[in-house]
């Protein structure tokens, strides 16, 4: 099984546009962050995480040919706004493609984008998905998924557990519930916004925190502002946690 980050940003991106500090004018390809999502391959099955505004941009990137499955954490624009770009999966592979989420997520997503809910035209012209439920661990060819409930703030959303590895991203809060499932990790991709403190998304400091409570062989950081320089970064963390980057691949 292979973790592809797509993207490793917060909802700015980065380079921010009109910023013009350090980070944002970085010649280091590391600091160059489009909106977080990651896909998941295991032999045929491709997994896809969220379906942010930089979709388009990101599967051309990866080469990604096929999608299985779409898995949403939440409804928040920067990882849903670009659901409009699944439509040439649909083309190329003529079939309607199923998304996973939960019920808020789920009703928000049929609501804002009703018309790719709607049966499959006949060129394939427009998003043709299907909407599930997904509140219990499920099977995509080799990879087992099970959804895990964080808070984002006072939002409940999803992180997912694929296997021995774990995507938390946009969190506040791990109830000792979800802490349950995340027993055994080998990877954790863990939320970590900036350095200040924020009323929805781990810090540095809680990300620190929640990486050594859990305990993973290794935590990568991801959903990073402008205000965390990689290689600045990188050289602060203890040899377990690095931040992760556009394009980087964890082959489990």
């Known amino acids: ?48 995480v969220d379906t942010g505004p930089d979709l388009r941009q990101q599967m051309l990137r990866a080469d990604v040919q096929v999608l299985s499955a779409v898995l949403y954490t939440h409804f928040h624009a920067d990882h849903i706004n670009g659901v409009d770009d699944l439509r040439a999966f649909n083309f ?3 079939i309607v493609i199923p998304c996973h989420a939960d019920e808020r997520t789920a009703m928000e997503l049929e609501t804002r984008f009703r018309y790719c809910f709607l049966p499959p035209d006949i060129t394939w012209a427009k998003p043709s998905l299907s909407m599930h439920r997904i509140a219990s661990p499920q099977t995509f060819g080799g990879v087992a998924v099970t ?21 938390l991203t946009d969190l506040k809060i791990i109830p000792d ?46 959903h990073m502002t402008h205000d965390l320089d990689y290689a600045t970064l990188a050289a602060e963390l203890p040899e377990t946690v690095i931040p992760a980057y556009d394009g980087m691949v964890v082959d489990l």
């Open 177 to 222: 519930s979800s802490l349950m499932l995340l027993q055994g990790l080998k990877v954790l991709i863990l939320d970590c916004l900036h350095y200040a403190e924020h009323p929805t998304h781990l810090n540095v400091e809680e990300a620190l925190y929640w990486a050594q409570r859990i305990g993973a062989e290794r935590t990568i950081f991801t």
């Open 92 to 94: 190329a592979q003529k």
């Open 1 to 48: 099984m292979k973790i592809i980050f797509l993207g490793t940003g917060s909802s700015a991106g980065t380079p921010a546009i009109a910023c013009h500090c350090p980070v944002c004018c970085s010649a280091d390809p590391r600091n160059h962050r489009l909106r977080a999502s990651i896909l998941v391959q295991d032999g045929d099955t491709n997994l896809l």
């Open 147 to 167: 959804p895990i409930p964080v808070l984002h703030g006072q939002l409940p959303i999803l992180g997912y557990r694929f296997n021995d590895a774990a995507y």
